[in-house]
């Protein structure tokens, strides 16, 4: 245990993987707007201007700015430039995915309360949910997502199962909320991801979600499944977090094969 500790604590934040160049422009350029180094009704530099900068391409400073319109910071015009609409999100996060990295990074973006962690062994409900055996035994880790803002009502609810065979994981969880459940399974069981399938559905919150959520019994919401398969396919991790509606956008690109 004492070597696993130690492991954990050369794992900084961000150590895991790297995150992409154009999520570090568009944060660093967030943080100006926050800041006031870019006041409200103000235009952002010419895209010239910042691929000199940060020393990135076109397409990079684009995807950045494309974030930032998506959180409601900045507005878009042709020959105008773009304006500073916002010195904070106005909307829920936006989520734009390529793949399995980008996937992982959205996990890593939002801090993780844990609420509860205890076995639990599936009904047939739960079981079709999870797209696995009814009486199957679970570790399950329910929590809080938040995302940085002390203010800000909770993004969503998470319910991770794994196999109990993880059981050593209890108090890592819970003592480095900042590390992704699948990266402490990596380093301890040698378990990596090499394929994540993801299901979005809509529902409406239960009044106990509502209350742990601080929002509205009935109201949209969003549920997506995401189930982690190894190099066999086997899934050595299933999560289970509801959105309320409001405070989170699912968004993806789809590009035309060529030939």
Known sequence: MVCYHAALIYWEPGAF?????YARVARDLAEGIASGRFPVGSRLPRELDLCTQYEASRHTVRAAIQELQGLGLVSRKKRAGTRVENSSSTRGYR???????DLVQFGAAHRRVVQNIGDVVVDRGLARQLGCAAGRAFLRISSLRLNGDADAPPIGWT???????????????????????????????????????????????????????????GAPALRIIRRYLDQAGEAFEISVTIHPADRFTFSMCLRRERG
């Open 17 to 21: 993987m790297s995150e992409t160049f």
């Open 95 to 101: 989520q734009s995915l390529a793949s399995v990295e």
């Open 159 to 217: 319910d991770v199962y794994i196999d109990p065979a993880y059981a050593q994981l209890r108090d890592v969880i819970g003592e480095y909320p900042e590390v992704l459940i699948n990266d402490l399974i990596e380093a301890r069981y040698g378990r990596r991801i090499a394929e994540i399938r993801q299901d979005v559905q809509a529902l409406a919150l239960s009044a106990k979600l509502a209350r742990a959520l601080n929002a509205k019994a």
